[in-house]
């Protein structure tokens, strides 16, 4: 993937999708970007280039970047991202479950 001239790594793309939730977060707690640093405990270009996806952070200043915008970070294995994901889907009062761990034409009992 290409953005700006510049080959997109995964990497960037995951750094990019941090970027743009922190930013999500910070604007939906009516914060500026140096209140987080602050917060945080790191100067606003830092945060900045964070929030920009143009920079990588430690875990501990994202856990600090999170915690300064009223999130916690969790890690959870990857076999499980679909349901966590499905789990935070909006979703309508259908009464289905939010996810299924296995297709039902597998259950012959």
């Known amino acids: 993937m290409k953005r700006a001239g ?3 790594t995964p ?3 995951a750094l990019l999708e941090i970027g743009r939730l922190l930013k999500k977060a910070r604007q939906a707690s009516a914060m ?3 209140q987080v640093a602050d917060l945080a405990g790191i100067s606003r270009p830092r945060y900045r280039d ?3 996806g143009v920079a990588a952070a430690r875990a501990t200043t994202l856990m600090n970047v999170a915690r300064a915008l009223g999130l916690e970070m ?3 294995p990857q076999a499980m991202v679909p349901a966590v994901e499905a ?3 909006p979703h309508d009062d259908d009464d289905l479950p939010a996810f299924i761990s296995r297709p039902d034409d597998n259950d012959h009992g």
Do not use: C, G, K, P
């Open 6 to 8: 510049i080959t997109m």
């Open 87 to 89: 789990l935070l889907r």
């Open 50 to 52: 964070i929030e920009t």
């Open 74 to 76: 969790m890690m959870i």
């Open 11 to 13: 990497d960037s793309e």
């Open 32 to 34: 500026t970007q140096e």
